[in-house]
């Protein structure tokens, strides 16, 4: 649990949330992307302003790596994938299958799929786990001109991104003190 947090992410800018694992990150990301409300406070976004990309890649594994992206353009409104195949290195792999895919490629398929949510906040639960070096730095430079074009992130990682633009919020901080007893069993839930 934590308490006490608030922040704000403006337009262009990019927050990275650090801390130990357990300490909340991951539950603060769901509470932001409106997957689990928070006990008290609240979240100053429309839930429609919000892509999430998380553990799972949100991709269908029978269909191609082009299926997976149109299907995902056509749920958004959008209509182009032809950006992120080419920014997130897919082009080769367009009709792939994605059960054929390695881990690294599945995620960059997973992330390549914000990119056609139209969506200007980005809320990412550790992105760069599978990628290799190269990867990221495709990844980085696909954030940054998502932040350039007025775009938001919001993203837990334990790595170095080499964003130096963006605000690092250490969550070890926050830490809630344990509920006394019989306040309720409000596991992974914010104060």
């Excluded at 792939?96 to 056609?116: E, P």
């Amino acid at each position: 649990m934590l308490e006490g947090l608030s922040f704000t992410v403006t337009p262009g800018a990019a927050l990275v949330l650090r801390g130990p694992n357990g300490c909340g990150k991951t539950t603060l990301l769901r509470t932001v992307a409106g997957l689990q409300p928070a006990l008290s406070g609240k979240i100053d976004c429309a839930p429609d302003a919000i892509a999430y990309a998380a553990h799972a890649d949100g991709i269908k594994a029978t269909l191609t790596v082009a299926e997976n992206l149109r299907f995902w353009a056509a749920i958004y409104g959008t209509i182009r994938i032809d950006t992120a195949l080419e920014q997130m290195n897919l082009r080769g792999l367009a009709e792939r299958a994605a059960q054929n895919l390695s881990a690294g490629q599945k995620r960059r398929l997973g992330l390549a799929r914000l990119m056609v949510t139209g969506r200007p906040v980005w809320v990412l639960d550790e992105p760069t786990v599978s990628l290799d070096t190269a990867s990221v730095a495709l990844f980085v430079d696909v954030v940054r001109q998502h932040l350039a074009g007025g775009g938001m992130a919001v993203m837990a990682t334990h790595i170095d991104l080499g964003l130096p633009e963006a605000e690092i919020l250490d969550l070890s901080r926050f830490k809630a003190r344990l509920p006394e007893p019989g306040y309720g069993n409000f596991d992974e839930a914010f104060l």
